[in-house]
């Protein structure tokens, strides 16, 4: 071993699903079956290239405002980054800050852990009951902060807000991030309690319920401390992390409130008859309030059908990690790509 490797900060990295280049069905990483809204193209097609030699607006400023006026906060309660990932990793690297261990689910997304990890934050992950449900009480007892997926992550499980809010209420000597990747496929959104809580920290992202995981756009509201706290640390870090063009399709989503909301009821209705689709098949699905399903088949493997659904071009994810071994998490597709699903698994289980 070289002299410098001991001076070389190692991580072991998030490991994202797949992104295969052929055509697949490709229900493996959560993201929109649907394009995003039309006004996004439009305004991609229109784009001033000869602007692209400015840097962009570090305050990332019509954006900010945009999601300022759809969710009725100020635009200085709203941060955004490239992707909640960076949101988020942003504000590990902010808020948890102590000596005392962040807590967050053992089953979760699982870079969590990789952040904790990269800043040296000591953490502890608090189990989940036996019905894959969070347990508030875990996460009444001193700590360096929290953060927890609602809906949860692969799980799909959505906690009602009087259970998200007992936790943001008994923790408010540190700060609670609550990440809503999937909200708009559940219920009620911790934003209600942004005004309540000067701790509570609400991350959202435009990869699911907005179609554009490919542009890499998240955000955060909060109070204008938190807000500006995360401003510092950008700015400390990359001025410039949203680019033009993603900061314009950002603003055109955004204001087409309409097809957001149509996909998602689009959504909905096909993940709750896939739902029954899969117990016809004999599975057994966690109930999903997200825009995936988490199942296993008690006479089935699940690697061994992750592996030949994958063989037939049909993409689902699996982790194969304790006390999920048995678990698929099945992405909501189109009608179509489900249908696929279905009939693949049919013959599956004839043989
Ligand atoms: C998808 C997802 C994110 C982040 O997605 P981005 O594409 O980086 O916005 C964050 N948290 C959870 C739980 C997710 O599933």
Same mark, same amino acid.
């Given at each position: 071993?070289?002299?410098f ?7 072991e990295p ?19 079956p ?10 991609l097609?229109?784009?001033d ?11 990332c400023?019509?954006?900010?405002e ?5 969710y009725?906060?100020?635009?200085d309660q ?6 909640s ?6 504000c ?8 005392k261990?962040?807590l967050f ?17 000591p ?8 019905g894959?449900r969070?347990v ?11 953060i927890f997926?609602?809906?949860?992550a ?42 309540k809580?000067?701790?509570?920290i609400?991350v ?7 179609s554009?995981?490919?542009?890499? !756009?998240?955000y955060a509201?909060?109070?204008p ?12 870090f ?14 055109e989503?955004v204001k087409?409130?309409?097809y +957001? ?14 739902k029954?689709e899969l117990s ?7 109930d999903?309030?997200?825009? +995936? ?38 992405? !909501?597709g189109t ?7 279905f ?5 599956y289980?004839?043989?």
């Open positions: 071993m070289k002299a490797e001991k001076n070389i900060r190692k991580v998030y490991v994202p699903g797949e992104q295969p280049q052929n055509k697949v069905i490709k229900l493996n990483t959560n993201e929109n649907y394009p995003p809204a039309p006004g996004v193209a439009k305004v097609r229109e784009l290239t000869d602007r692209f030699r400015l840097y962009p607006d570090p305050t400023a019509p954006l900010t945009a999601l300022a006026d759809f009725h906060v100020n635009p709203v941060f955004v980054g490239v992707g990932d960076d949101v988020l990793s942003m590990f690297l902010t808020f948890f800050n102590s000596e261990p962040v689910p053992d089953i979760t997304y699982s870079f969590y852990k990789v952040w904790a990890e990269l800043y040296r934050i953490y502890e992950c608090q189990k989940l009951d036996e894959f969070v508030k009480e875990d996460y009444f007892k001193e700590n360096g902060g929290v997926p609602n809906p949860n692969p799980t799909a499980i959505y906690e009602e807000l009087h259970v998200v809010e007992d936790i943001i209420r008994a923790n408010q000597d540190v700060i609670v991030i609550v990440d809503e990747a999937y909200v708009d496929f559940a219920g009620r959104s911790a934003l209600e309690l942004i005004d809580y000067d701790n509570l609400v959202q992202t435009f990869s699911k319920a907005r554009m995981a490919g542009m890499r !756009i998240g509201i909060s109070n401390t938190l807000i500006k706290y995360l401003n510092d640390a950008k700015y400390s990359n001025s410039y992390t949203m680019n033009q063009a993603a900061l314009a399709c950002g603003v989503a087409d409130k309409a +957001f909301e149509e996909g998602i009821r689009k959504i909905i209705q096909t993940r709750e008859w896939a029954e016809q098949l004999g599975f057994c699905c966690l999903s309030s997200a825009n +995936f399903i988490f199942a296993m088949h008690p006479e089935y493997d699940a690697k061994e059908m992750f592996e030949a659904l994958k063989k037939n071009g049909i993409y689902v994810r699996y982790w194969g990690s304790e006390r999920i071994e048995q678990y698929m998490r099945i992405t !909501i009608r179509e790509e489900m249908v696929a699903l009939a693949f698994l049919r013959e289980m004839k043989r």
